[in-house]
């Protein structure tokens, strides 16, 4: 996997994760594991260059950089569907 690459996964990935507030659930919903979608997000964390997520107990929240890329994210996958 291209670390430094972004794919129409990776943004499934993150809204799912937003969505549910949970990299568990996401993982569950998407049939993956946990880890894969953890190595997802940071890649593209690292593409964006900044955090999207936090954690906040047990609930994934976005962060600043996160509720825009979200925005992005939500409109690149409307356009593709």
């Known amino acids: ?26 993982a569950a919903r998407l049939h ?6 953890s190595l997802h997000m940071r890649s593209l964390e690292k593409f964006f260059g900044a955090p999207l997520v936090r954690q906040e107990g047990r609930r994934t929240v976005l962060t600043e950089a996160g509720a825009a890329v979200y925005r992005y994210a939500n409109d690149v996958l409307r356009q593709t569907e």
């Open 32 to 37: 993956t594991t946990q880890p894969a979608l």
């Open 1 to 26: 996997m291209d670390e430094a690459s972004l794919t129409l996964y990776k943004l499934r990935v993150f809204c799912e994760v937003v969505e549910l507030q949970s990299f568990t659930g996401a």
